[in-house]
């Protein structure tokens, strides 16, 4: 591209190759402009957003980009809005103008939008995705877009740009009640310090950490989110000053400095699905310095084999509607056994009565503050119970907590069976072909998490029965049972859990609590293999 001649100063700009240019105005519809958008400094320091005709050493418009915002109308098509003060100096009048700008493709919408963000931001040495060649941005493929496909996370923003769905986890308030007392309680490592809130939806978490006397808040989201995050943040002056709303993707956005402190909530189904622990792990790696904190900084997958009868009654009773030899003259036997597979595929999320469990759960940590992104690419968890009763397992239950290690407090957030239901509930991972086990029999197996491009991932369970009894061939397995599941497409049950946590079992876990005398099994663990009896498994339960 031929760079605009007013652009062939020393000062730091960057240029765009041309874009129509149109004045929304009330009265009449204004002509529209071929021009070269190009951002830059002028003599005072300001980031200005210029448009200038080919050849023209003088713009044809040129804004105060601290003074406009864009805002996203169509692949193609953006519109800016500000203020545009009459004297810049003084900046006697000033009046609101819009403009549409239309660019010629996606890409060069895009690069004009991420370099947006960055010259508002004071991006001296911003940078552009990819060199600008031969007339075209080069944009190269973030981190973010090589890995997610693109129909699965333009679905995803759009689930996260509704406020519906922020309105649901806000109101999950053993979630947002949690995070406020984790960061409130923990004042000492935010005030005065620099946070990042890594995907802050509508803001929240940003407005916490204001409050908790964060320095400044830059909170990052790519969904159109952002545009009520900036609402209430701007309708909270008194912390919102503090607050700098970026639009983008944590893995293509550019801050002006490092955080003290990141926050965020990433936690999924199962903690890993959404795949958005990775782009926890890399704003750590991007944005955080080597002496920070991460809020929270440890999730653990917690599983336990279960039996519930019931349940796989009602699972199995789904595919009988195959089982009609005559549909209107039609046999519909044929597809049966797929439709039976398809039922057992689907993971099972709802709160279940803690007494289903056949064991004490064994955990599998997840250290945010040190994994490896790729470390979440795949999850191998072997599995290794003792079961407490006889009876039939019908699969794995799993669920996860978070820990707030702040300097003044250490807060989990849970989502076990039997703690107050989040949002998240519990999932249950239902064998087609259930096991047989004795009290004190061992219950071995894999859980395997392979991620998959849709921001979930495919579950391999496998479990067995060891020999058991005297005589039992060392080692020998009885039963083994195995199902794939998808993560993404789970059946949401959601059944209310019965009532039965008595008084007793309250008390005990409330001495569990206060001593935290409590060690279920790591993963990577020894603990001693005992049979326990089902109140030791309720006991071993974690804490809230
Ligand atoms: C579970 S919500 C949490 C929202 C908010 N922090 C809260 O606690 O209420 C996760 C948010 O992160 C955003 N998000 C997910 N992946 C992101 C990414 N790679 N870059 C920026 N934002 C992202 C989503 O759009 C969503 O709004």
Redesign the pocket.
């Known amino acids: 591209m031929e760079a605009p001649l007013g652009q062939q100063s020393q000062q730091p700009s960057q240029e765009f190759p041309s874009i129509s240019l149109s004045h929304l105005s009330s009265s009449a519809p204004s002509a529209v402009l071929s021009v070269f958008p190009s951002f830059a400094y002028d003599q005072a320091d300001r980031p200005r957003l210029r448009f200038y005709q080919p050849s023209s050493f003088v713009p044809d418009l040129d804004l105060d980009l601290r003074k406009i915002q864009i805002f996203v109308l169509g692949h193609l098509e953006l519109l800016c809005v500000g203020e545009e003060a009459d004297d810049d100096e003084e900046e006697k009048e000033s009046f609101s103008r819009a403009y549409k700008i239309d660019f010629k493709t996606k890409d060069e919408s895009k690069a004009f939008i991420l370099a947006f963000e960055k010259w508002k931001l004071g991006g001296v040495d911003a940078k552009t995705d990819g060199p600008l060649e031969n007339g075209t941005i080069v944009v190269s493929k973030s981190k973010?877009d090589n890995k997610i496909d693109s129909t699965s996370s333009k679905m995803?923003?759009h689930y996260?740009?509704q406020l519906v769905h922020?309105q649901n986890?806000?109101q999950d308030y053993v979630r947002?009640g949690t995070?406020y007392a984790a960061i409130i309680e923990n004042r000492v490592d935010f005030h005065g310090r620099i946070v990042v809130?890594?995907?802050?939806?509508?803001g929240?978490?940003s407005l916490f950490a204001a409050q908790a006397g964060a320095k400044h808040v830059y909170a990052?989201?790519?969904?159109d989110?952002v545009e009520y995050a900036r609402r209430l943040i701007a309708g909270n002056p008194s912390l919102g000053q503090r607050i700098t709303v970026i639009k983008?993707?944590?893995?293509e956005v550019e801050l002006p400095e490092k955080a003290d402190i990141l926050i965020?909530?990433?936690?999924g189904t199962l903690l890993v699905n959404?795949r958005?622990l990775e782009?926890y792990v890399i704003a750590r790696d991007r944005f955080l310095a080597s002496d920070g904190k991460m809020f929270p900084s440890l999730g653990r997958i917690h599983m336990a084999p279960f039996s519930d009868e019931y349940l796989f009654v009602e699972i199995a009773n789904k595919a009988l509607f195959w089982q009609q030899h005559n549909y209107y003259g039609v046999d519909l036997t044929p597809l049966y056994g797929s439709a039976f597979q398809g039922y057992f595929s689907q993971p099972v999320v709802d709160a279940f009565d803690p007494r289903l469990l056949v064991s004490p759960p064994i955990i599998h940590p997840l250290n945010f503050s040190s994994m490896k992104e790729e470390e979440l690419y795949e999850i191998d968890i072997p599995l290794s119970f003792i079961s407490s009763v006889g009876t039939r397992v019908h699969g794995l239950a799993c669920w996860f907590d978070v820990l707030f290690d702040g300097s003044s407090v250490q807060r989990w957030l849970t989502t076990a069976p039997g703690a107050p239901t989040t949002h998240w509930y519990q999932l249950r991972c239902v064998l087609a072909q259930p096991i047989y086990v004795m009290a004190g029999q061992e219950i071995t197996g894999r859980l395997h998490l392979v991620s998959h491009s849709a921001q979930s991932y495919t579950i391999y369970l496998t479990m067995s029965a060891k020999m058991w009894g005297p005589g039992a061939e060392q080692g020998g397995i009885l039963q083994t049972s195995s199902c794939k599941l998808d993560l993404k497409e789970p059946y949401y049950r959601l059944s209310q859990p019965q009532p039965f946590v008595l008084q007793q079992d309250m008390q005990s876990q409330q001495q569990l609590m206060q001593s935290q005398d409590i060690s279920p099994q790591i993963q990577d663990g020894t603990g001693p293999n005992i049979a326990v009896t089902p109140s030791q498994i309720l006991d071993s339960l974690d804490p809230l």
């Open positions: 973010f995803y923003f996260y740009g922020q986890m806000l947002t995070y809130d890594v995907g802050a939806g509508s929240i978490l990052v989201e790519a969904s989110m983008g993707k944590i893995e965020s909530e990433p936690m959404e958005m782009t």
